[in-house]
């Protein structure tokens, strides 16, 4: 596992990455899946180079800004857990999704690695819970 705490965790944390992950994702909205997706991303940033460390933090802690901008001032993350009609980045609650920053370089690319990495991790961790049974 992963520490809590951290200048990349607190790059994770502010990213509202958490709240899309949830509302997209209904698996991650269990918190010991959410703990392995985070802890997986986390560990496997802390082996990139401390240069690509620091642009991927930058980039996760500008990513609500970017949506902001990218959207006309909406924001990124909500209160409440409305996703009713399915997922999607957006759906179920009127709000353009994350596909709104492909034009912006660099972002698309973390939204995209950050989460094939949280699912996996919720995926390993959830295999691990069940081995252990």
């Known amino acids: 596992m992963t520490r809590g705490s951290g200048p990349m965790h607190a790059a994770l944390r502010a990213s509202g990455l958490r709240s899309y992950w949830r509302r997209r994702y209904p ?3 269990e918190a010991p899946a959410m703990a392995a997706a985070e802890a997986h991303l986390l560990n496997t940033l802390r082996t990139l180079p401390l240069t690509q460390r620091a642009v991927y933090a930058i980039v996760l802690r500008t990513l609500p800004l970017a949506y902001w901008l990218a959207t006309g001032g909406r924001s990124l993350r909500r209160t409440t857990d409305d996703d009713a009609n399915g997922p999607g ?9 994350l596909e709104t920053l ?5 972002f698309r690319e973390v939204v995209r690695s950050s989460t094939a990495l949280a699912l996996l991790g919720a995926l390993d961790g959830r295999a691990e819970r069940e081995t252990a049974r």
């Not at 980045?89 to 999704?97: F, K, L």
């Not at 492909?102 to 660099?106: A, D, K, R, S």
């Open 89 to 97: 980045d957006g759906a179920g609650d009127g709000r353009p999704g």
């Open 102 to 106: 492909i034009p912006l370089p660099g």
């Open 27 to 29: 698996v991650l909205r």
